[in-house]
Every structure is written in C-alpha cells, then in structure tokens.
C-alpha cells in the first residue's frame, strides 16, 4: 500500500510527519520510507540506517556522431524542446533541456545520434530496524525532476511486496514533480499549518489530489496558531483531518536537531497513532 | 535597475513573509516577481487588484482523432513516457504522462494524432496596495512548464522595470533546486538565501548556494528563527564566512511573523519595534550592496 505525504506550501512539515510516521509504525511492522523530493531530500537527516544499496541513475541523452550525419535537419525539427539545434555544419545537442523522448534518435535516418546514458542523480537504500529508507539526490544543475522521481517509485515497487506499507515523503508545489510522485500511490496525506499561506497552497494541493482522483485526508501542524480558516474548508469539503500536531517550540528544536519527535513528545506520539490506526484501517478496507 | 532574487532551498523557512516585506519597503521603487508560481502566497500579503490577465500556453499534448485511428500501436509504441493506453479498445493519451514531444503525431502513419497547445496557467500584472507593481501567475492545476511561466514572470517584471525605470526588481522564488528555481535564478545582480538553523534548513541551503555559485552572483543570507538551535546558527554563520556569502541579519523566532501574516499584513506593518528595525536594517545592506 503506498502512501504519499505532500503539502503545496514548503515547509509545512512533510518530512517532520514522514520519518516519525516511519519510525513509529516500524515498532509495530516492516515499512518502507522513500524520500521524492529529489531536488532537497530531507528524510535521510532523521532516519540514519545502514547502507544496503547504492546506484547511479541515468536519464538517456542522444549524442552526436558527426562522421554519420548527413546534416539533413531531421533532428532539429522533430525536437519539441529545443534540445538539439544545427549551427551550421555542427549538430549541437543540449542535454539539460532534453526530454528524453528519442525521436531525434529513432527518426534520423543514418543513425548519428545514439541514445546514451548520462548520470542525474544516486539512489541510495537504508537499513534501520524494519525501516526501509530510500532516497534519491538529483545532481545539482540537473533541472529536471521527474525522471529521477519515475526511476525511485520503480526501485521501491520492484524491491518490496505490495502489502507492506509504503510511505512517500512528497515535494513541495503543485506541478510536474508532486504529479509524478502522487500519481500511482494509494492514498495522500496532506499536511498543512493553519495559517494563510499554508491554507492557500493546502486547497491548491487538494484540487491537485482530486484531479488525480486520489482519496486523501490532512494533517494540521503547528495547531494552535493562525486561524480556523482550514478546519472550516475541511469540514465544508468532508476532508477527513487526522491529526492535529500542536505547535511547540520543543517540537522545533528537536527538529532542528534532526532528532525524532515523538519519542521526546508524548502529544506528538498520541497524534501518529491516529493516523496509524487511520491508515490500518484503509489496508484492512482494501483487503 | 538591480534584480535581487530571493530563494531558499527548503520551503516555509520565510522566503515570501522577508520578500513581502522588501517589496511593502520598497514602495513604487520596485516591481515584485512571485516566481513561485506552484504555490504563489505573495498576493495574500501585498493585495493586488490583479489588473492585467493573461492566459499563459506553453507546451503541447498529444490528442487522438479516434475516427482516423486505425488502433495500429505505433504511437504507443515510440512513447517513452507510458503515456498511451489502450482503454476499451481505444488508444488514449494520459494528458499528465504526457510530455508533449509530438513524437507519436510524428509516426502516425493516418496522421490521426495532432498537437495541442496547453494552457498551463494565467498571469497578472497588478499594483498592490502599497503602490508597487506585482507580477503573478497562477499554474494550471496539475499543469506542466512552470519553469518557463517562471520566465514570464520574471521577463515581464523586468520589461515594466527597465519601462518605468525602477530602481529594483524583487523576486520571490520557489524551494528546490530544479527548473523553477535555475529559471528565477537566471539574469539575478544579487540574490538573498533565507535559511533556518536546522539540520535540513543548512543541507538545503548548502545544495540550492551550489546552483547559485554556477551563475556566478553575488548572494548574502538572512538566518530566520536563528536563536532555535545555537550551535546549528553557528554552523550556518561558518558556512556563510567559508563562501564569503554576506551574513545580512539573524531573524528570531517569534509568532508575530505568523500573526501578522494570519492578518494579512507583512511583518514591517505589523511590528513597529525590533523586528521591523531588522527588515529596515536588511534592506538598507541589500540596497547598499547592489549600489
């Protein structure tokens, strides 16, 4: 059963809900933890385990091989992105814009610019307990994160069963990467702080998740400040909201820290157990 | 005219609460960009009339005339993004697995398969309330190419600036170090890295100033929530020395940020005492440093 955790706003408490989640419901099962947000991934700062599994991942890039081509413009013309241009009698390929779609590739008629491999990022898996940590790392200057993102959930879905619990620790937005990482999975918890900026972006993420006919339900974080302008939008719209994580400065600190919260903070223990028993409930559903 | 883009890495570490605050400062002195066009907060602050709109296209999607389809496969087969099925004995195109690179309409042999231009979002030109020019987009839901509506963005900020003959454009940029973020990136004098002292505020700000360095431009930092974890506000200040990045001001942890923004204000309207004196004094270094 896969589970994705994501927000909209930044900042509002992804990764904070995702490794503790983790951590708590591996006391009780085997789970697995996997860190989407390849451009800044977090979770590894909370969740240290053994290393299992290391590897390079590549998108496909063409390359040119100049004593093939005939210079005859195929290429640039069947490129929607601009990645491969002819300058004069030079085919140029721009690999950061390239989609990898190969059309250049398959359609040139001489075979002059072969597919080939180039690194955008590591996957890395890790051992804690009955946590299953894997996280990717887009390499900086690598704009894209989609196919990095595509290439993870392959790796999570190949190596572990379908029944055990796997929890996806989202990026922030709205656009192509939070697809990617939302799109196939089960079920999404949004989490949102209630104030203005995070009930903006919340209601943003949710018309996402809806679009993508996902069921999902919110977590409030930092309860206690701002307003009640997402618990209202909650209960007009009958979106399920699971737990209320107070806010508390202790909370911040242990978190700046890079510690685990709900071991120090009984009200945050109390909190993971709803969602827990709330997630226990949809697998026993799905059966 | 100066550009001063700020970014973060990690999101909520106050990007777009010091930026409105900038802009609230600046006046009719500055054209404000939100750039972060995924999840634009900056109108919530800065209350725009949201004068000018515009549809923005940019990308294309892959569309089936099933009339012509003679269900031979060949489009499903080229396209590496998974983004053809076979439902009820129809081809269809998935519009979010998409990519748009036409490949399939190109080997079409009945030419049954046509290109569509997307419309992935609106701008807005608008003046907010404290007589500054925003300019803002809202991404389609689900909607690609926020990278190049970032550039909108940014260019049409800088068209009305260079127009108006602004002193500055103000940029609020996304978390994240991927297209959005290289895009708001592009063409910046100076730019401003809002961090947190906190395991993942640092790691962030460490990976997004690796892409900074790559546009070679000139960056100082603003430490928010500094007095959180001391020794992580160390760290972060070493940091700073070793990349000879200006250190512009530490920024407490106080709910008045939080309470001013619950009330739609920036934080320099709120708070008429310290921590407006902060902001003032930041921005005084900004406007000094980009002389």
Redesign the interface.
Do not use: W
């Given at each position: 059963m896969k589970i994705a955790i994501a927000s909209?706003?930044?900042?509002?408490g992804k990764?904070t809900l995702s490794t503790n989640l983790a951590a708590y419901i591996s006391e009780t099962e085997k789970i697995v933890l996997s860190d989407l947000?390849v451009?800044?991934p977090?979770s590894g700062?909370?969740i240290k385990g053994d290393s299992v599994h290391k590897e390079d991942k590549f998108k496909m890039i063409p390359v040119w091989e100049e004593d093939k081509c005939t210079l005859c413009g195929i290429c640039q013309k069947?490129c929607?992105?601009h990645a491969v241009i002819q300058l004069g009698s030079q085919i140029m390929v721009f690999p950061e814009l390239c989609?990898?779609?190969?059309?250049c590739s398959?359609?040139c008629p001489v075979e002059a610019l072969p597919m080939v491999p180039k690194k955008m990022g590591e996957l890395k898996e890790f051992k804690n307990g009955d946590i299953s940590f894997i996280e990717s790392r887009?390499i900086?200057?690598?704009?894209?994160?989609v196919p990095l993102i595509a290439q993870t959930q392959e790796y999570v879905e190949k190596n572990f069963s379908e029944d055990i619990i796997k929890l996806f620790d989202s990026?922030?937005?709205?656009?192509?990467?939070v697809?990617e990482a939302v799109?196939d999975v089960d079920f999404v918890i949004l989490i949102t702080e209630p104030?203005?900026?995070g009930f903006?972006?919340m209601k943003?993420a949710a018309?996402?998740v809806k679009?993508?006919k996902k069921d999902f339900a919110v977590v409030i974080n930092r309860y206690g400040?701002?307003?009640n302008d997402v618990i209202d939008y909650c209960e007009r719209e009958n979106i399920p909201i699971l737990a209320k994580i107070p806010n508390n400065?202790k909370i911040?600190?242990l978190?700046?820290?890079?510690e685990i919260i709900y071991t120090h903070v009984p009200e945050m223990k109390d909190e993971l157990e709803k969602i827990k028993n709330y997630i226990f409930n949809l697998r026993k559903d799905r059966k | 005219m100066k550009e001063i883009v700020v970014i973060s890495?990690?999101?909520?570490?106050g990007k777009?609460s010091f930026t409105a605050s900038l802009a609230y400062l600046g006046g009719s002195d500055v054209v404000v960009a939100d750039c972060d066009?995924?999840?634009a907060?900056m109108h919530?602050l800065l209350k725009p009339d949201f004068a000018k709109a515009e549809e923005f296209f940019s990308g294309?999607l892959a569309v089936i005339n099933q009339d012509k389809c003679t269900k031979c496969g060949r489009c499903k087969e080229?396209c590496?993004?998974n983004a053809i099925s076979i439902i009820n004995n129809q081809y269809i195109v998935d519009s979010?697995?998409c990519?748009?690179?036409?490949?399939c309409a190109?080997?079409c042999p009945v030419n049954a398969i046509t290109n569509e231009d997307l419309n992935v979002g609106n701008w807005y030109i608008s003046n907010t309330k404290v007589d500054n020019t925003l300019v803002h987009a809202k991404?389609g839901?689900?909607?690609?190419?926020?990278?190049k509506l970032v550039a909108k963005v940014k260019n049409e900020a800088k068209k009305i600036a260079v127009e108006n003959n602004k002193d500055y454009i103000i940029v609020d940029g996304?978390?994240?170090?991927?297209?959005?973020v290289?895009s708001s990136l592009s063409g910046a004098n100076f730019v401003v890295l809002v961090t947190?002292?906190?395991?993942?505020?640092l790691?962030?700000l460490k990976?997004?100033y690796?892409?900074v360095k790559?546009f070679n431009v000139k960056a100082g930092c603003i430490v928010n929530?500094a007095d959180?974890?001391s020794d992580?506000a160390n760290e972060v200040r070493e940091f700073l020395k070793e990349e000879k990045i200006v250190h512009i001001a530490d920024f407490p942890?106080d709910?008045s940020f939080?309470e001013a923004?619950?009330e739609?204000k920036t934080i320099v309207e709120f708070d008429n005492g310290d921590l407006k004196k902060l902001v003032v004094d930041s921005w005084n270094k900004i406007k000094e440093i980009t002389k």
């Open positions: 909209g706003k930044g900042g509002t990764t947000d451009e800044e977090n700062l909370f069947v929607n992105f989609h990898g779609c190969y059309a398959e359609l887009l900086i200057g690598e704009e894209q994160a990026p922030p937005g709205t656009s192509c990467p697809i799109k104030t203005p900026f903006h972006d943003l018309e996402t679009e993508l400040i701002g307003n400065r911040a600190e978190y700046s820290k890079g | 890495g990690k999101g909520g570490t777009t066009v995924d999840a907060d919530l294309e080229v590496r993004f979010l697995s990519e748009g690179c036409g490949y190109r080997v991404l839901i689900g909607a690609d190419n926020s990278g996304s978390p994240g170090i991927g297209c959005p290289v947190e002292p906190s395991v993942s505020g790691h962030d990976r997004v690796e892409l790559k929530k959180i974890n992580k942890y709910v939080t923004m619950t739609g």
